[in-house]
């Protein structure tokens, strides 16, 4: 069984919507396009750290928006990411069914993703997509967190969190600060979520 990782950039109150730039996704009115932009700009021999993890070569999980964004520019810029043409590109879309960017391949629904984290492989790598991101959540698909969480809130935007999604307890397995307040945190799952009554003695 293969493994779905959400890997995300999200601000303090859990937007994840157009971090790298205004053109990405100004859907909503979105006036915030490009907030992790000035965070980039940091030479911390952390923040390298933490980038060649984040985009380590694995098969990757898109949903149709962040493809659209995705499929005109990495393939042109692919010396920026080492493999990121030969990695299999899966697209969950129900409209999309074919590009020229090698190696993409279309998932109709969420049983055709089951299918597939079901299948023998490595890890799957999901990217933006925040729909499809609560989808995993929501049908309880989700192996790891990866998050990148910077050091702002925005008020408005698309969330990586909504309601309805299932339950589940995670526990961390890494993190790492930068000098400039992004918080690095790797989460695994840990079963289910558990309760009980605090006791002040």
Same mark, same amino acid.
């Given at each position: 069984m293969r493994k779905i990782i959400v890997q995300e950039f999200i601000t303090l109150d859990? #937007?994840?919507?157009?971090?790298?730039g205004p053109e990405e996704d100004s859907s909503g009115d979105f006036k915030y396009g490009g907030w992790v932009a000035p965070y980039f700009a940091n030479t911390d021999p952390v923040f390298d750290r933490i980038m060649q993890q984040w985009?380590?070569?694995t098969d990757i999980l898109l949903g149709k928006n962040t493809f659209k964004i995705w499929e005109p520019y990495w393939p042109r810029?692919?010396?920026?990411?080492s493999g990121i043409?030969? #990695?299999?590109?899966?697209v969950m879309s129900n409209s999309l069914d074919h590009s020229d960017w090698q190696n993409s391949v279309f998932l109709k629904n969420v049983d055709e993703v089951k299918k597939l984290k079901a299948s023998e492989g490595g890890d799957i790598k999901v990217h933006g997509s925040a729909n499809m991101a609560q989808t995993l959540f929501t049908h309880d698909l989700v192996d790891q967190l990866c998050l990148m969480t910077f050091p702002i809130i925005l008020g408005t935007g698309k969330r990586l969190f909504a309601e309805g999604l299932t339950p589940a307890a995670f526990a961390l397995s890494d993190s790492l600060v930068t000098s400039s307040g992004v918080v690095y945190t790797y989460y695994k799952r840990a079963g289910t979520v558990k309760t009980g009554t605090?006791?002040?003695k």
């Open positions: 859990g #937007v994840m919507q157009a971090p790298g985009m380590r070569s810029h692919a010396e920026m990411w043409n030969q #990695v299999t590109k899966y605090v006791e002040v």
